[in-house]
């Protein structure tokens, strides 16, 4: 009997609360807005006509125009297309291109040392193309530019006669021709957007020749990696030229075989320098 009392008691309560929800709802509702009524016309045989309702006006304001109301006394400009009520989209910025270059170059040894090879004796010649693109920003105020090298022209003068370590036997010399690529690479360019422009360089890859290069024990395929300062100066709009002052060039097998003689060349380099892109753009 007492869980009855509870039920009933329980259910008058929730009724009530429905009903007063119900009441409360229909207060705070906004007054429907009354419809002005539409007087008849006169038609031109003198008879009355009900016209339809005119539809409402409605003014399309671009997106710099809406917003509170207190924007409209700042003095702030709501742009081109707000006072005739046209919403103008603007175009979507332009991506900009890396700057790149691609250069024909090529350099000149001119003596030896033999700090981490053996070779003394022997020349070094190369001509290529090098590509360059500005990858990683700004370091030490220097542009930082990725680089990659193709050497489809070695040539390699060394003696005719070694030993397995690539010391000289023989007086005459002999020519090697060779192939080079160096994938992996960096340049930094300071004053990137000046007509004088400092460098520093640096490449790894490998280079190949038709015979075993320096001792008959050693390999045809070499490891190398090359660095190079300079600077480089303004031709035209496009056309750089590029001046190494002094550079390195190294190569070796890292004992793949049993004798890894090395060489180490000291050489200058020239090159000019072609900037892609559109025209115009200022550097």
């Known amino acids: 009997m007492l869980k ?13 609360f429905a009903e007063r929800c119900v009441v409360h709802a229909q207060e705070t509702l906004p007054a429907e807005p ?21 539809a409402p006006l409605v003014a399309w304001l671009p997106s710099s125009a809406s917003g509170t109301p207190g924007d409209a006394g700042s003095g702030k400009d709501a742009g081109p ?14 991506r900009s291109t890396p700057d790149r270059e691609v250069a024909i170059e090529g350099f000149v040894s001119y003596g030896n040392w033999q700090i981490f090879a053996a070779g003394e004796s022997e020349a070094l010649y190369t ?5 360059d693109r500005n990858s990683w920003g700004r370091f030490v105020g220097a542009q930082m530019d990725y680089v990659a090298e193709v050497l489809p ?25 060779g192939f ?3 994938p992996i690479g960096l340049r ?44 480089y100066a303004r031709i035209s709009e496009r056309w750089d030229m590029r001046v190494g002052l002094f550079g390195d060039y190294h190569f070796s097998n890292a004992f793949i075989t049993s004798y890894n003689p090395g060489l180490d060349v000291m050489n200058s380099s ?14």
Do not use: C
């Open 4 to 16: 009855v009392r509870i039920l009933v008691v329980l259910f008058l309560a929730s009724f009530s």
């Open 34 to 54: 009354t419809k002005p009524e539409q007087s008849p016309k006169l038609s031109a045989d003198g008879s009355t006509s009900a016209s339809l309702p005119e």
């Open 81 to 94: 297309g707000a006072e005739s009520g046209i919403s103008l989209s603007r175009p979507a910025p332009r």
């Open 127 to 131: 001509a290529g193309i090098e590509y």
């Open 153 to 177: 022209f070695v040539l390699l003068r060394q003696p005719r006669v070694v030993t397995a370590w690539g010391n000289r036997l023989s007086k005459d010399n002999v020519l090697l021709h």
């Open 180 to 182: 080079g690529f160096s």
């Open 188 to 231: 930094m360019q300071w004053r990137s957007n000046k007509a004088f422009k400092p460098y520093f360089t640096v490449k790894g890859g490998a280079v190949a020749f038709t015979q075993k290069a320096l001792s008959p024990d050693a390999t045809y395929q070499n490891f190398s990696i090359s660095e190079s300062i300079g600077f």
């Open 270 to 283: 020239i090159a000019f320098s072609y900037h892609l892109g559109r025209a115009g753009v200022p550097r």
